[in-house]
Structures are given as C-alpha cells and as structure tokens.
C-alpha cells in the first residue's frame, strides 16, 4: 500500500504527516481523511486552485495532468514543475511525498 508523507506546514499539519492509502485515491481525498484539512473551494471539481500541492517525490508515478488542469496550475501561487492540484491527482503504487504551499489565491475559505 502505498503512502503520502506530507511535509511539515504551519497551519494544517504542522508536524507533517504520513498515510496509508490506497491507489486512486486523490491526494485531496487522502489528505481530507486523515485530517488535514486541505483547501478545496470548488468541492474538487478542477475549478480553482486551492488545493494546489507540489509533489516532491513520487510525481513521476502520477498520470500527467489534463489540459483542463493545467489551465488552472497556470493561475496557482507558487508554481512549479512538480506542480498538481491534489483533487485531480491519483495515487498511484508509489510513495508521494507532497508539499502543500503556504499559501492559496483564495479569498474567501470553506472553513469560515
């Protein structure tokens, strides 16, 4: 079974975190489940970039990107070529380590 490790970050998972998972999973989903409560204002219909994630390790195993995603990582804070949006990226059999950046475009949260 493969696992995410996510990377420290201040807010969600200050002392990082690593998770079992199942494949196709989205990194979104698996994040969600395991409490880290990532951004996701469109509810992960690849309509913003909230959720936006740089996977650090592991992205090679990732199905590529969509034109439709890519669309969006275009508007993403802090782009980079290991760049997803973690509702559309689907574990797959390998250990992902993800970062998720400190911050989002997002004006308005779903958790307020």
């Known amino acids: 079974m493969p696992q995410i490790i996510f ?3 201040d807010e969600l998972c200050p002392e ?3 998770i079992d998972v199942e494949a196709g999973v ?3 989903d698996a994040a969600l489940e395991h409490g880290i ?3 996701h204002a ?4 690849c309509a913003c970039t909230t959720c936006h994630v ?3 390790e592991g992205f090679s195993s990732l199905e590529d990107s969509d034109e439709l995603e890519d669309d969006m990582l275009d508007k993403a804070w802090g782009l980079e070529p ?4 973690s509702c559309q990226a689907c574990v797959a059999d390998a250990d992902l380590v993800v970062e998720i950046p400190r911050y989002t475009i ?3 949260s779903e958790r307020h």
Do not use: A, F, Y
């Open 42 to 45: 469109c509810e992960k219909s």
């Open 16 to 18: 990082g975190k690593v």
């Open 37 to 39: 409560e990532i951004e």
């Open 26 to 28: 989205t990194i979104c």
């Open 7 to 9: 990377l420290p970050h």
């Open 82 to 85: 290991e760049s997803r949006l």
């Open 106 to 108: 997002n004006q308005v």
């Open 54 to 56: 740089i996977v650090r």
